[in-house]
Structures are given as C-alpha cells and as structure tokens.
C-alpha cells in the first residue's frame, strides 16, 4: 500500500531554537496533506491542512506562525516549529491523502517525536 | 460539532478473549466511520470503514457496525492474538465538509499471552 514518511522519527532540541519535519508520500502525488499532534494518552488533533502549491488552512486555536507549513511539491510538506518550547514537546504526524485508486485514502506518516529541553 | 467518543482504556485480555472497543460519535451530519489502529513506534492504519447505516466494516477478524440509531460504531474481535496489541482510535469524516477526520481519544489494548 501507499506509504507516508516522516523525518526525523525523534528530535531533541533546546528550547529558542526551530525545527523542521519533512512528511512525504513515496508513491503517491498528494495535493493534500494533514498535520496532527498527539499529546500523551490523548487522541490526534489536527493542526492544519497544507495545500500544494498555497496556504495552508490552520485549525483555531493554532498559531500560524509558530507552526510554518510549506507544501512546496507534490510528494512534500514540511512543518517548522519555530522558537520550539517545552509546551511544544509533542508526536506529530502528517497524513497524505491518494485520490489515485478508486477511492481516496488517507494514509498516515510514522510520526516525529519532538522534545524541547 | 462533531465528535467521537471512545471507552478509555488500557483494555487488557487474554489470548483469545473476546474484545468489544465502544464508539459513539455525534455529527451533524451523515458521518463516514473509520477504525484506526497505530501499533507502537507506528503511524495509523486503517483498520475498517463504512459509510452508510447497517454497513459492516470487517478487516483482519476485526468487524464493526454502523448503527445510526445508537450513533454507534463498536469495534468486535472473537479471538484476539498478542499482535493485536496497539492503540484503536474510532474517527468520523463528514463527506464534503473539508474531509477531515475527527478521532476519538484512543483506547490501548494490550494482550498477555
């Protein structure tokens, strides 16, 4: 089936500073990808959609410009968290949708766990 | 708005016990509902799906029913095995409504031999 990748799988970071994950689809195009986070014992809540090719559209209550989607190709959205603080210690994962079988699926990346010192 | 509500876990069973995971959901308006299940160091799967009331979703002896009169979508297995042990997540989508999913909070199960 189709895979979604996600890097780096854990990064460990001092607080001030930015960090970048990379999600990508391996065999699909997806003009559409998701971010979640993911707090401990608790389930996924979406952050934002990134379009390929424009904005992405971010869920309230999350801060666009803490958290900078670019979706620059088909097959790569990035996600920085910017002046990463120890509140931002989190499991994130990206979701790309396939519209390219007979019906569309999302498919989930592994997950990047991010600990901000 | 709409929602997803799952029986909080740790479920924990025997090899070949019986396993029922509750969802119920509320949406305003006529969900597609999914089973996900993230094994550890994983990203989620796709476990099952159905989109219309009285639908089945059935996949690896895993099965759940869309029942619209109970907003329900139960997961059920007859025999689990140790591999099934992971995190089941229960999410609703509303077609046309920006396809995003909801999930609810999660529910581990963890199977002794």
Redesign the interface.
């Known amino acids: 089936g189709a895979v979604v990748s996600q890097h780096p799988s854990r990064v460990i970071c001092k607080s001030g500073t930015s960090v970048k994950i990379e999600c990508r689809s391996l065999d699909f195009q997806a003009t559409t990808m998701f971010w979640y986070r993911q707090f401990p014992k608790q389930s996924l809540m979406l952050m934002a959609t990134s379009n390929e090719g424009s904005k992405a559209t971010y869920e309230q209550g999350v801060e666009k410009d803490k958290f900078l989607i670019n979706h620059a190709s088909l097959t790569l959205s990035t996600l920085t968290v910017t002046s990463a603080h120890p509140e931002d210690s989190s499991f994130y994962i990206c979701s790309a949708r396939d519209y390219s079988g007979l019906q569309e699926t999302q498919y989930f990346g592994p997950g990047t766990r991010l600990l901000v010192l | 708005g709409d929602s997803v509500t799952q029986m909080e876990g740790p479920v924990t069973l025997s090899e070949e016990a019986f396993l029922t995971i509750n969802c119920t959901y509320t949406a305003t308006g006529y969900p597609s509902l999914f089973w996900?299940v993230q094994y550890p160091?994983?990203?989620?799967?796709?476990l099952l799906k159905a989109t219309k009331a009285d639908d089945k979703g059935s996949n690896k002896g895993f099965e759940a029913t869309y029942r619209k009169e109970t907003t329900s979508f139960h997961l059920e297995k007859g025999s689990v095995q140790v591999s099934d042990s992971a995190v089941y997540?229960c999410a609703l989508r509303i077609p046309n409504a920006?396809?995003?999913?909801t999930?609810?909070?999660?529910t581990r199960l963890m199977v002794k031999p």
């Open positions: 996900y160091g994983e990203g989620l799967q796709l997540f920006g396809n995003m999913l999930f609810g909070g999660g």
